[in-house]
């Protein structure tokens, strides 16, 4: 499990390989917030490497979601596959993320 975190023009992109669970949850957020406190505001998690989130994983996402609005920062997802895309349906997150399909597309809304 890694995160890796790089920038693309303005926007903070996190690459997350492997999964995103209540073991690592805590890295991801920290990292996160670590750049919206040095004032990034556009991230974007990209889970093209990723195969499994758990609850907490959820947790995170929407407290991560949360801070960066209260920042006036945006956040967008990327590349979920299809086993994530039905996670993120079931539990009604796809009405509070926006997701999109490929990296591209991600960073061009933002």
Known sequence: MSFAMNKQD?????????????????ELKQK????????????????????????????????????IREQGGELRLANLNDDLQTLFELTKLDTLFQISDTRERALESL
């Open 32 to 67: 996160v917030l670590d750049e919206l406190e040095r004032g990034e505001k556009k991230f974007l998690i990209d889970f093209s490497r990723t195969g499994y989130i758990d609850s907490s994983g959820l947790g995170v996402l929407v407290s991560l979601s949360k801070k």
């Open 10 to 26: 303005e926007v903070v992109v996190v690459d997350v390989e492997g999964q995103l669970i209540v073991g690592n949850r805590q």
